[in-house]
């Protein structure tokens, strides 16, 4: 079966940041950012996929196969929301910002806790923190 990612940005408030903050640029462009997670996929999805279609993909595929999305703006979160709504979500990988905001997107309530593993955490320079999380067996 194949394999979902879902790589998401948050603020430390549970936002999802604005597209023209500085360490979005970042994430956009860095090595370590959202060019990682594409480098390694198999499918980059977006958010016009249905949900059926990936359900049936991810019966198809095996194990090697990866599809990936980034949640970057309202749309790829609504999405992303739908992935979680479905528990077709293998691998949550969370850029969590050293920034707040006030008001915004929030995007940690689409995530069903409980039921997810940290499997790995790395702190880049810029303070910004990587943390995967896997489903729990």
């Known amino acids: 079966m194949a394999k979902i990612q879902v790589i998401m940005p948050i603020t430390l408030n549970g936002f999802l940041p604005d597209e ?12 370590n950012g959202f060019p990682y997670w594409e480098n390694r996929a198999v499918f980059n999805m977006y958010p016009y ?3 059926l279609d990936l359900m049936d993909a991810k019966e198809r595929h095996g194990n090697d196969c990866t599809y990936f999305m980034k949640v970057e703006n309202q749309k ?3 999405y992303a929301s739908g ?3 479905y528990k077709l979500a293998d691998e949550v990988v969370i850029y969590l910002l050293p920034i707040s905001y006030k008001s915004g997107i929030n995007i940690t309530g689409r ?3 409980g039921q997810w593993v940290l499997h790995e955490s790395k702190t880049f320079r810029n303070n910004v ?4 999380y ?4």
């Not at 023209?20 to 090595?31: A, C, G, Q, V």
């Not at 923190?129 to 995967?132: E, G």
């Not at 896997?134 to 067996?137: D, Q």
Request: with cysteine; glycine share 4%.
């Open 20 to 31: 023209n903050e500085k360490l979005m640029e970042w994430l956009r462009t860095d090595r």
């Open 49 to 51: 996929y249905g949900m």
């Open 76 to 78: 790829s979160a609504d």
């Open 83 to 85: 992935i979680f709504l």
């Open 111 to 113: 995530i069903q806790f």
């Open 129 to 132: 923190c990587r943390l995967i």
């Open 134 to 137: 896997r489903l729990k067996e």
